[in-house]
């Protein structure tokens, strides 16, 4: 398998980053000791700018902003340092969608499905083979060499601490890099814990298989399903090129249940045909079938959350006459029932409701798991 960040679209211009990823920087460097105002003058930056939830600055400004912290902290191994604490809360809603997921392997597809709210600059891919997996970094070559590496050492550096938050004990069984050893070099084998190879053809760490079924210690279906429709809306509202099954999922899940929206009136509001519709969703891999249950899936979970509503009232409102019907669907939707559904995804901490689209969770106070 190889899935390559968010499968991006040819982009013409010029990459851009979400100002979160800024705001991460901004975070690490004090805490190195920086004071904020120093480093927010030496890098150009406004306040202001930091909390503008949904500002991006192109990818050139990013690496200057960068080379910055690097300066003013004096530490030429910050992008290990910066990624190994890259943790839960670094970058949210992603890392608390991967956070939150039910395995490793899907908080990877979490990632790969929205990390475009973070960067639109293909930045890692991710290969399966029958015993290991890869997460492999993808060079920008017109960078200098100083942001090659420093790019390559958070991107290494953050995959291997987000396994470990979910396998504690894993150990890397390869970490590669594709530039020369630096002086700071001991530094690496001290983060990874063992020997780090140097001039190597590509620069990925390596995992075994296995560690991909590891369980998240804070799954949560309830959280999960909320920020999965944060997530999504951002999406819809970032690009007009975003992958056609989130843009069909949003359609179904804000038309409700059970006025059900045809495939028809679904590809007219996208402005396709039918069969053009048809086609875009199998290049993603995807039928208009399995996205519709999907947002089915996702309707009934919401409504189930509510333990005021009977499972009953549940099935009624999801347009069903009866509530053996109901459970067979959600079954098939789910590939369990509605009421281990509901023990599961009961809410917790004010999270457990799909999030109106002003809720706190979308203010710029609020972080999300990745690098620059």
Not at 139 to 165: D, G, H, N, P, Y
Not at 225 to 241: G, H, I, N, P, W
Not at 356 to 365: F, W
Request: with cysteine; hydrophobic share 40%; glycine share 6%.
């Amino acid at each position: 398998m190889v899935a390559r960040h968010a499968d991006v679209v040819g982009v013409t211009r010029e990459p851009t980053v979400s100002i979160r990823v800024v705001r991460g920087l901004v975070e690490e460097v004090e805490q190195v000791g920086v004071p904020l105002g120093r480093f927010l003058r030496e890098a150009g930056l406004e306040a202001e700018q930091l909390a503008a939830a949904e500002a991006r600055l192109p990818m050139s400004e990013i690496y200057r902003i960068c080379r910055v912290a690097m300066e003013v902290t004096q530490d030429p191994a910050l992008g290990l340092h910066w990624g190994g604490r890259l943790r839960g809360s670094a970058f949210n809603p992603i890392s608390h969608l991967i956070a939150h997921s039910a395995s490793l392997r899907k908080g990877f597809e979490a990632l790969g499905q929205y990390v475009r709210l973070l960067s639109d600059a293909p930045a890692y891919e991710l290969l399966e083979d029958d015993d290991t997996v890869t997460v492999r970094c993808q060079q920008v070559t017109s960078e200098s060499s100083l942001m090659q590496r420093f790019t390559a050492e958070v991107i290494v550096t953050s995959f291997f601490s987000l396994v470990r938050s979910f396998s504690a004990h894993a150990r890397a069984t390869r970490v590669s890099f594709e530039h020369a050893a630096p002086a700071h070099h001991p530094e690496y084998s001290r983060v990874f814990e063992q020997a780090v190879r140097f001039d190597q053809p590509f620069t990925e760490v390596v995992f075994d298989r296995a560690v991909l079924n590891a369980p998240s210690p804070h799954k949560d279906e309830g959280v999960h399903e909320a920020l999965r429709a944060l997530a999504e809306r951002s999406m819809v509202r970032l690009t007009d090129d975003a992958p056609y099954a989130l843009r069909v999922r949003h359609l179904l899940v804000e038309h409700g249940y059970p006025q059900r929206m045809a495939m028809e009136t679904v590809a007219h509001s996208l402005g396709l045909s039918v069969r053009s519709l048809r086609r875009r969703l199998a290049s993603e891999g995807k039928s208009f079938h399995d996205v519709e249950s999907d947002a089915f899936a996702t309707i009934a979970k919401h409504l189930l959350r509510d333990k005021q509503r009977t499972i009953q009232e549940t099935a009624f409102e999801m347009g069903f006459s009866d509530t053996t019907t109901f459970h067979r669907a959600f079954k098939r939707w789910t590939g369990t029932t509605p009421s281990a559904s509901r023990e599961r995804g009961a809410p917790r901490a004010g999270l457990g409701d799909l999030p109106d689209r002003d809720s706190a969770a979308e203010r710029p106070d609020q972080r999300c798991v990745r690098t620059p």
